[in-house]
């Protein structure tokens, strides 16, 4: 929606004071990248007045509904933080054994506060599994487990890294396959607005953009050093014309085709010990 808002306005070139009447901008629902934040900055900038600032706000339904808010102030980076808790809030980075995790440190969010939901209706096993107790609180009071991984920076500000349920090991390697989708979003080698996804369905991460990449390394593309790491860069890539989604138009995982991933020839025999 919001990249959809933004294409309307880059198309209204003749109306520069269309943002005239704005005050600020809260996006929420939905990821914000650093490019469509920097865009935004631009257009609403363009009949010579300051950006209008803009928001991002993050929360779950079962938070009623927006717990954290970082306003975006121009920074170069792939994507917006999700910032700090608003007041009456509180937010946790938990490894899987409720133990705070340090700054830096990719971890799970779990929300504390008055504004948690009860629980699902008529659901009590899901109920237990994702609010569970708070051992930061009084007694009885409880925690939601969010499912989202996060990492908190020096300054506080949490960063959002995807979905626990998308996280996974290959060759020893703990990789989270939304850093992998982050440099194809990226890339603006394309006229169209990329959009990627990374599965794992076995050892091998596949990446899915809508487009093919360029033949060589370039500064915009996952091979690149300066993108993915070796143990990140995909070991096989799908065009597709679109992406299939769900009833609710979000990208539907269990819909995208498999790839066909043949073994490469050549390279070395693992070591023999004797």
């Given at each position: 929606?919001?990249?959809?808002?933004?294409?309307?306005?880059e198309?209204?070139?003749?109306?520069?004071?269309?943002?005239?009447?704005l005050?600020?901008?809260?996006?929420?629902?939905?990821?914000?990248?650093g490019?469509?934040?920097?865009?935004?900055?631009?257009?609403?900038?363009?009949?010579?007045?300051?950006?209008?600032?803009?928001?991002?706000?993050?929360?779950?339904?079962?938070?009623a509904?927006?717990?954290?808010?970082?306003?975006?102030?121009?920074?170069?980076e792939?994507a917006?933080?999700?910032?700090?808790?608003?007041?009456?809030?509180?937010?946790?980075?938990?490894?899987?054994?409720?133990?705070?995790?340090?700054?830096?440190?990719?971890?799970?969010?779990?929300?504390?506060?008055?504004?948690?939901?009860?629980?699902?209706?008529?659901?009590?096993?899901l109920?237990?599994?994702?609010?569970?107790a708070d051992?930061?609180?009084?007694?009885?009071?409880?925690?939601?487990?969010?499912?989202?991984?996060?990492?908190?920076?020096?300054?506080?500000?949490?960063?959002?890294?995807?979905?626990?349920?998308?996280?996974?090991?290959?060759?020893?390697?703990?990789?989270?396959?939304?850093e992998?989708?982050?440099?194809?979003?990226?890339?603006?080698?394309?006229?169209?607005p990329?959009?990627?996804?990374a599965t794992?369905?076995?050892?091998a991460?596949?990446?899915?953009?809508?487009?093919?990449?360029?033949?060589?390394?370039?500064?915009?593309t996952?091979r690149s050093?300066?993108?993915?790491?070796?143990?990140?860069?995909?070991?096989?890539?799908?065009?597709?014309?679109e992406?299939?989604?769900?009833?609710s138009?979000?990208?539907?995982?269990?819909?995208?085709?498999?790839?066909?991933?043949t073994?490469?020839?050549?390279?070395?025999a693992p070591?023999?010990?004797?």
């Amino acid at each position: 929606m919001r990249a959809a808002f933004t294409q309307v306005m880059e198309a209204a070139a003749d109306r520069r004071d269309w943002a005239a009447s704005l005050r600020r901008v809260f996006c929420s629902g939905e990821a914000l990248t650093g490019a469509d934040a920097r865009r935004w900055s631009e257009l609403t900038s363009r009949s010579g007045q300051a950006p209008v600032p803009l928001h991002n706000l993050y929360g779950p339904t079962e938070a009623a509904v927006d717990v954290t808010y970082f306003p975006y102030e121009g920074a170069a980076e792939l994507a917006v933080p999700i910032g700090r808790p608003v007041w009456n809030t509180g937010l946790h980075v938990l490894d899987p054994f409720l133990r705070p995790v340090p700054d830096g440190v990719p971890g799970e969010l779990y929300l504390a506060g008055v504004q948690l939901a009860r629980g699902y209706h008529d659901r009590p096993g899901l109920t237990a599994e994702r609010f569970v107790a708070d051992p930061f609180g009084a007694p009885g009071e409880r925690m939601y487990r969010t499912g989202d991984l996060v990492r908190r920076r020096a300054d506080g500000a949490v960063e959002y890294l995807g979905r626990t349920d998308r996280q996974v090991k290959i060759r020893g390697n703990r990789v989270e396959l939304g850093e992998i989708e982050a440099p194809w979003r990226a890339c603006r080698a394309s006229p169209a607005p990329p959009w990627s996804s990374a599965t794992a369905p076995s050892s091998a991460t596949r990446s899915r953009p809508p487009a093919p990449p360029p033949p060589t390394p370039t500064p915009c593309t996952p091979r690149s050093p300066t993108r993915c790491r070796a143990t990140m860069v995909p070991s096989a890539v799908l065009a597709l014309a679109e992406l299939p989604l769900t009833p609710s138009g979000k990208l539907d995982q269990n819909a995208l085709p498999a790839p066909d991933v043949t073994a490469r020839a050549g390279g070395r025999a693992p070591p023999r010990r004797a």
